[in-house]
């Protein structure tokens, strides 16, 4: 057992390494996400339809974390900040320009979807009497990825390189 004054060294000692390893002014106490001027950027009506479905595991059937999100902009070659979450989806999809980035989005979404629902069929199986509500969640799951595949569908890529204003006749 350890006396009150090892705990106290113990103590003070890691202290010290968690100051000691800070070494910039930006270790403080509140590190909440203040946000940048990205993130006050519009988006697109769909970014916003994908943020509220996807975040909201009693409408997704699945919870999303900022490792899962960043891990899905790893995998298709996106640099993302770990934010909010809400924030993390909107810069993920904001600047969308492409049909194949949206469907390589939705296709690293699903993996991670598709793992969970994996997940709940095994509980399922395990747990019997609960069975109902993994079901319920695999609905939400599935429903999800098809919300993706009608999103990409009705995606009209921009051409970054036609101007808006000008129409055909004028060029």
Known sequence: ????????ELKAEFDKF???????????????DTGDKADEEPVPA????????LLAPSRSGVYL?????KRVAEAIDESLAIKERNKMVK????????KKYLEDAFAEINLHINGRILI?????E???ASKEIFESHINKCKKTS???TQIAEDFEEIDPTIEPLITSEEA
């Open 1 to 8: 057992m350890m006396n009150k004054n090892g705990l106290d």
């Open 18 to 32: 968690v100051h000691d390893s800070c070494a910039t002014d930006d270790c403080n106490k509140d590190d909440r």
């Open 46 to 53: 769909f970014v916003e339809q994908i943020a509220q479905v």
């Open 65 to 69: 974390s900022r490792l899962d999100i």
């Open 91 to 98: 810069a993920l999809f904001r600047h969308t320009t492409t």
């Open 120 to 124: 709940y069929e095994e509980l399922a």
């Open 126 to 128: 395990s747990f019997p």
């Open 146 to 148: 098809k919300m993706f």
